[in-house]
């Protein structure tokens, strides 16, 4: 199956990024793509007025991903921003689209919240309860944000529902090392799951010259498609691009065979924890 993963900037305003959107799923439709991936805050930036973005929304922006996506006889992944509690939104990827005739539909909304380095996203954001995967094709994907990739427990766990690959929408900080660890992270959860990891980051605005708001976190590039084995297999740089790869399932049974890394686990089943 052909994956695209469009490393791109959103702005403050929905409707532009919309139409952005709109011709880069039409752009990888024509190169042949299943499943058209976008970072996390597409609809909207980091930095705007999120709670406010989401309420006048009415769930308009998602309508429209899905009448994208049919127009282009695919599947859509977006980070976009819903109503919460108290005022609160959750920060969630949707999948919309089409797959030979059948509607794709599925939600995840962030478990893991950015409590680090002085920010508490738990503030502004109502925390997931729920692993989230879904069917396109004969693979199951699963889905996770962000800082839900410093958690292995979760990518395992996808994997022990069926998920042969896994989507990680991002807005990633800028800072020293974290495009280091941004590279580091997505293989070793590739390796801990034995799944494809789909890392789909935001552009980079110091290269772009998007606007961004100092202080939040507005991407860093470097999208990349991790093999079951750790391996890239597509890496963006820092700007605006599309990147291209396919997800192969013989591979997936092929590297669980000679690596059964979910099988031989004990720390699951039977191991004791003892403290003294």
């Known amino acids: ?22 011709d880069h799923t039409a752009a990888a439709a024509v190169e042949g793509a299943q499943l058209v991936v976008f970072p996390e805050a597409t609809q909207i930036a980091f930095g705007h007025d ?29 980070g976009v921003f819903r109503p919460g509690d108290n005022g609160t939104v959750t920060n969630s990827l949707v999948v919309r689209g089409i797959d030979d005739g059948r509607e794709v539909s599925a939600d995840y909304d962030k478990v ?38 410093r958690f292995p427990a979760l990518f395992t766990a996808q994997a ?17 090392g974290k495009v280091e660890q941004w590279k580091l992270l997505g293989p070793a959860r590739a390796l801990d799951s034995t799944a494809y990891v789909l ?16 202080g939040n976190p507005t991407g860093i590039g470097h999208s990349y498609v991790a093999a079951p084995n750790g ?21 997936i049974t092929d590297i669980r065979a000679s690596l059964p890394v979910l099988n031989n686990s004990r720390l699951e089943k039977d191991i004791r924890v003892e403290s003294i």
């Open 231 to 251: 391996e890239l297999l597509a890496e963006a740089g820092r700007g605006e691009e599309i990147i291209f790869a396919d997800i192969d399932p013989d591979r």
């Open 50 to 78: 999120l709670a406010r973005a989401a309420a006048d929304d009415k769930g308009g922006w998602i309508q429209s991903i899905t009448e994208i996506a049919r127009k282009n006889e695919t599947v859509i992944a977006v």
């Open 112 to 149: 893991h919240l950015y409590d680090a380095f002085g920010h508490r996203e738990s503030d502004s954001v109502t925390a997931g309860e729920s692993v989230r995967t879904f069917r396109l094709g004969d693979l199951t994907f699963g889905l996770a944000i962000c800082y839900d990739v």
């Open 1 to 22: 199956m052909k994956i695209a993963l469009v490393q791109m900037n959103s702005t403050g305003d929905p409707q532009a990024n919309l139409d952005k959107v709109a």
């Open 199 to 214: 890392a789909c980051d935001q552009a980079d605005p110091a290269v772009t010259e998007a606007p961004a708001k100092e």
């Open 160 to 176: 022990r529902a069926g998920a042969d690959a896994i989507i990680l929408a991002t807005s990633w900080g800028a800072g020293p």
